[in-house]
């Protein structure tokens, strides 16, 4: 096989199959649930959230601990596919009081 033989297919095929470069629209933002948690903290429930919650995709986790022995609050930002599961395990704690869950954007969910 020489170089003559073999170039002519290739421009053939070439020109058939030629296709414009598709643009794709860049991917959206995911979704993403603020979990605002209220709990009463008696010093290891930081602990207790963060190992619950370590299997999932958590983006952004803040923890307010009360003066006087109060409820803290704890706000999770996950993703919406995974904010079912993260709800059920929360509720599942012992030292969770409250759960609310909104959009990232400041809208209520559901």
Same mark, same amino acid.
């Given at each position: ?8 297919? /290739?421009?053939?095929?070439?020109a /058939?199959t ?18 605002t948690?209220?709990? @009463? ?33 704890? *706000? ?10 993260? @709800? ?6 012992? *030292?969770? /009081? ?8 400041? @809208?209520?969910?559901?």
């Amino acid at each position: 096989m020489t170089r003559s033989d073999v170039l002519p297919a /290739v421009s053939a095929v070439s020109a /058939v199959t030629a296709v414009p470069a598709v643009r794709t629209a860049r991917a959206a933002a995911p979704v993403c649930h603020a979990l605002t948690v209220t709990v @009463q903290d008696g010093g290891h429930a930081l602990t207790r959230i963060s190992s619950m919650l370590n299997n999932l995709s958590v983006r952004a986790l803040s923890f307010r601990a009360s003066e006087d022995g109060g409820p803290a609050v704890c *706000e999770i930002v996950v993703p919406a596919s995974d904010s079912p599961r993260a @709800q059920a395990k929360l509720l599942r704690c012992v *030292e969770v /009081v409250g759960l609310t869950a909104r959009l990232a954007s400041d @809208q209520p969910v559901g």
